[in-house]
């Protein structure tokens, strides 16, 4: 139940009898500790000393890095080397080399950053650009051409990624056109600050005035009423009517449908195209009856990978199958690509007549555990049901996985309290398994009541699977017992866990919603009362018990405002009942359609994955095969009728 959901640091506190959870056991980690308190505080003498007597601990290469840290902030990288060499292929290592690279970066040692550069074993897209700024530094032209894709790929670039696009400005690879385009992509995104860094790379009597820029981002109808006769009389003067007519359709697209209509002569056609094209994004995102047709104005405009998708979301709305067939025929071959759009070019193909050409499209993705992998199961005639259960592991598989030293560094992090840095280290332990040695971490962590990271190295395996560990089922004697007391059906409650806290019990989302169930905590007080529960006060939300019953209270009394629909229901925990609500058509819509054009990217990623969950753990609970079909069902046409709790947050 949560915006942009972030597990911060938390360990989990619950206890099943059958498993050994993460635990001390008379492991002293004094001397660690005293090392990552002095590093946070730079007292490098106590860091040093800590370090000299922390001998074989499990997390003593962490403590040494922390001192090798600390040396660097005092431009002293001297012993590094000596620790990469002695560390190679741990985590720890290639996280000191990527921070010494950008370090060697600021300096401008380029023959070192060229020498270290390829020792890094999974590079981050900056430190890629640190490798890119070395080669070109040392000479290498042949760089600019290589970079070039990134000046409409990396919209926010990190630091170490802006030098690249300044050398491609500096050789004379961008021209106006091209300096526009990025622009007008950083503005549809909603980033006006680094889209005027763009275009102060044009010839200064290109750029915009700073004033005029921020009075079309920030006032927009006051800038298009105040324009004088001759604002359309250089580039300038036109592309700052379009991003203002922009900012205007974000608030109301049909006003700034009128507006650009009072200007569409005065703009040349590749402006005023643009401007259709983000109305018609905006439209599609509030589920405007007019957006196909303003995306029709728009023409050929080049469009970004967010407004082609919404391109085919608004045709899909609209039930309109011939605009969805060619909206998806027009993306890019790798955005069309991916499930949903091939999903639903063969829907629009099967809706044509096409039904060979559309099997075949479902085929693609036939049999991915996933929600558009099980709709093409179904389109094909297939049972959404778990694969064969991989042959049990082996005392030696499971005796590998205790004894690997970086799952023992990860388990030590666990202990300490250190999640981020836990799971990290976990998930670098990960590369390079094969199927049966993810199976055995999963186990581990199974062990170790480590649910999400059991559920996340499960999901790894290719070829030979145990979803009783994709989709574990912890807490089962508190969970199942209330969500049928509730009368709710119990694999769609842990398909909604699993995507809520994937089992950690205090969890914590960065809007403070706490728990198995993520309850915001005017939502755990509303639900409190509503049923009548006594002495609840927020300190108690995180006990297992509490939550689930109070989370599942709010299922069941969400489902009964929303017409005991599990799709509107999902939407609403995550997003809230109103905007569940609202976002109903004027028509009856396919439960998967509606999900498809759920505006908020969270939360459309949330129901299709709650849902797709509880076919699996329904066909687990039960042993027979569930329908994503049937769970999805249709969704009633908008109603104006109040919701039966009228305060329900």
């Not at 300044?166 to 992509?185: K, N």
């Not at 006006?192 to 200064?204: E, G, I, K, S, V």
Request: charged share 25%; with cysteine.
């Amino acid at each position: 139940m949560k915006f942009r959901v972030f597990l911060a640091a938390a360990v989990l506190a619950a206890s099943l009898g059958s498993a050994a959870p993460v635990a001390a056991q008379g492991v002293d980690d004094s001397r660690f500790i005293a090392a990552r308190e002095a590093f946070r505080k730079g007292d490098l003498a106590r860091l040093e000393a800590a370090v000299a007597g922390i001998g074989n601990h499990r997390l003593a290469s962490y403590a040494e890095n922390y001192r090798l840290r600390n040396l660097m902030a005092r431009d002293d990288s001297s012993g590094i080397p000596a620790f990469l060499a002695a560390n190679d292929g741990s985590y720890v290592a290639e996280k000191l080399r990527a921070d010494w690279l950008r370090w060697l970066a600021k300096r401008a040692a380029w023959d070192l950053v060229a020498s270290e550069y390829p020792k890094l074993i999974a590079p981050e897209p900056e430190l890629a650009c640190i490798g890119q700024q070395a080669r070109l530094a040392r000479g290498e032209r042949a760089v600019l051409d290589e970079i070039k894709p990134l000046w409409l790929d990396l919209l926010e670039p990190p630091e170490g990624c802006q030098p690249l696009l300044d050398a491609l400005v500096s050789a004379g690879r961008i021209d106006a056109d091209q300096a526009w385009q990025r622009a007008r992509l950083q503005i549809e995104a909603n980033r006006p600050q680094l889209a005027r860094r763009t275009l102060n790379y044009l010839p200064d009597s290109q750029i915009p005035d700073p004033a005029a820029f921020d009075a079309a981002v920030k006032n927009a109808m006051a800038y298009l009423a105040r324009q004088g006769a001759g604002w359309h009389g250089n580039r300038q003067g036109r592309e700052l009517a379009a991003i203002a007519i922009r900012y205007v359709a974000a608030n109301d697209p049909q006003i700034a449908a009128r507006e650009l209509e009072k200007r569409q002569d005065r703009l040349r056609e590749s402006e005023s195209r643009w401007a259709w094209s983000q109305i018609a994004l905006q439209a599609a995102r509030k589920h405007l009856p007019e957006t196909l047709e303003w995306y029709g104005r728009a023409g050929n405009t080049p469009l970004s990978e967010e407004n082609h998708q919404w391109k085919v979301r608004s045709a899909l709305r609209a039930q309109a199958w011939g605009a969805v067939r060619s909206a998806i025929e027009a993306m890019p071959a790798s955005l069309a690509a991916r499930p949903e759009w091939v999903y639903w070019l063969g829907r629009a193909f099967k809706a044509g007549g096409r039904s060979s050409d559309a099997d075949a499209l479902f085929a693609r993705i036939a049999g991915q555990a996933s929600f558009y992998g099980n709709l093409a199961d179904e389109e094909l005639g297939r049972s959404v049901v778990p694969p064969a259960r991989a042959a049990a592991l082996g005392n030696d598989e499971l005796r590998a996985a205790r004894d690997n030293p970086a799952l023992q560094r990860a388990l030590a992090l666990f202990r300490l309290d250190m999640r981020t840095e836990a799971v990290r280290e976990w998930n670098w332990a990960l590369r390079g398994m094969n199927d049966r040695e993810l199976l055995a971490a999963a186990e581990l962590a199974r062990q170790n009541q480590l649910w999400d990271r059991a559920i996340n190295t499960a999901e790894r395996t290719r070829n030979e699977h145990d979803y009783t560990l994709r989709f574990l089922a912890p807490y089962s004697e508190q969970i199942r017992p209330v969500a049928r007391e509730q009368s709710l059906d119990d694999a769609w409650v842990y398909g909604l866990m699993r995507q809520e806290s994937r089992f950690i019990s205090n969890a914590r989302s960065n809007v403070g919603a706490s728990g198995l169930m993520q309850l915001m905590p005017a939502t755990a007080k509303w639900v409190a009362k509503k049923i009548g529960l006594r002495d609840f006060s927020h300190s108690r939300v995180n006990d297992t018990e509490i939550n689930v019953l109070l989370g599942t209270s709010y299922m069941r009394i969400v489902m009964e405002n929303l017409d005991n629909h599990p799709v509107l229901a999902s939407a609403a925990y995550n997003a809230g009942p109103g905007r569940a609500k609202r976002w109903r058509a004027e028509q009856a819509l396919e439960g998967a359609i509606y999900a498809e054009t759920i505006p908020f990217s969270e939360t459309r990623d949330y129901v299709k994955k709650v849902m797709s969950n509880a076919v699996y753990y329904s066909a687990l609970f039960n042993g027979k095969a569930d329908s994503l079909k049937g769970r999805l069902g249709v969704v009633a046409p908008a109603s104006a009728t109040a919701m039966k709790d009228a305060d329900l947050p």
